[in-house]
């Protein structure tokens, strides 16, 4: 798993003259970020005095912040296995007509999974932002900078998780199938930023 | 140095109920992750047919990446150890007029430290914002999405960062070092933001 590599061996290898890992896992990275710090910002809540009334809810928020966490890790692999079987798949024989067939399917198989596997890492990171709006004004107010760094970090999850959805759309042929992925990348798009907006508000607020 | 850290065990330090790392340390990775993304598409850019032409310029933006990924790693040690001081300094005495006065001098110290820290990250997430945008029309067309997702985690970064200036703001009493620092932060996000918004411009330009 790319998440047992050394944070300094993970960006060499982001920066080496592979393409993959490449900016999906930088998504899904950014986005296990923001969730991280909701986790802490939860957990630095917890048992803490004046916040027995959120108690319930600030658990609620830690389990999803920790499965999310997990969710965008595992993504970050899901990512690269979606990049190289595509990029397998491109190097395949197109000689005979029959070659040729086999191959514009199973490019077309292999450009969905790699627009797909961003849209999960979109949609991740849209949860993460939300949870941050859910929290903003119950959580330990110490920790409110975290929560707004945990908002735009995942919302920089989700917009780069977008590009890549939209960098692989031309290339598949179903139209009724790129409209939908095009609508479900808007919708989060502007979620994502609404969400974004109003815990960064919140957040401004507090500081003063 | 926290790079040496498995992405895991980072992930796992940041969503812990130790308030560091945290916010800071996130917008220092998110800052890396971009340079280290533009390091990436120069790379598989060098040596190309077709960009004989731009070779010099793309060599330039290399040395510049590889630094700025340089840089914000080690940023992520000096962030922590800014905050790890300001809390230590907190934990002063201050039972004598003499032990307030120390205290006293050593926390506008130990804020200060603590805001040029991440204002520091979000001048290098700058720097790696406006380099996505000098080669966004010169490198590799293969790699465009991989410099559209560097700018958002690089702008990431530095909205991250400047929160983390922000919060500390307050407590530093030197009117006119705080009136500083505001401007310098309003000009690093304008600016952020401008670089991110052309350089996704012109990337979507070309994704179509």
Redesign the interface.
């Known amino acids: 798993?790319?998440?047992?590599?050394?944070?300094?061996a993970?960006?060499?290898e982001?920066?080496?003259?592979?393409?993959a890992p490449?900016?999906g896992s930088?998504?899904a990275?950014?986005g296990?970020?923001?969730?991280?710090?909701i986790?802490?910002v939860c957990?630095?809540t917890l048992g803490k005095k004046g916040y027995e009334s959120v108690e319930e809810e600030i658990k609620t928020a830690l389990d999803k912040?920790?499965e999310l966490?997990k969710t965008l890790?595992s993504l970050i692999d899901e990512d690269i296995t979606a990049f190289n079987t595509l990029m397998d798949t491109l190097k395949m024989p197109k000689e005979t007509p029959d070659q040729k067939n086999i191959r514009n399917t199973m490019l077309q198989n292999a450009f969905r999974k790699a627009a797909e596997s961003p849209l999960k890492i979109a949609s991740a990171c849209l949860e993460t932002i939300i949870l941050a709006k859910e929290i903003v004004n119950k959580a330990n107010k110490n920790?409110?900078?975290?929560i707004?760094?945990?908002a735009?970090?995942a919302?920089?999850?989700l917009?780069?998780a977008i590009?890549?959805v939209?960098?692989n759309l031309?290339y598949i042929k179903d139209k009724t199938y790129q409209d939908n992925m095009s609508k479900q990348i808007e919708i989060l798009s502007v979620q994502g930023q609404n969400y974004r907006d109003d815990t960064?508000g919140e957040?401004n607020k507090q500081?003063?």
Do not use: H
């Not at 798993?1 to 300094?8: E, G, Q, V, Y």
């Not at 982001?14 to 393409?19: G, I, R, Y």
């Not at 296990?32 to 710090?37: I, M, Q, T, V």
């Open positions: 798993m790319i998440a047992d590599m050394t944070l300094n993970f960006l060499e982001l920066a080496s003259n592979s393409p490449g900016g930088a998504a990275v950014s296990a970020l923001g969730a991280a710090l986790s802490m957990r630095l912040s920790d966490c890790t920790l409110i900078s975290d707004g760094v945990a735009q970090q919302y920089g999850g917009e780069s590009i890549n939209k960098v031309p960064c957040m500081i003063g």
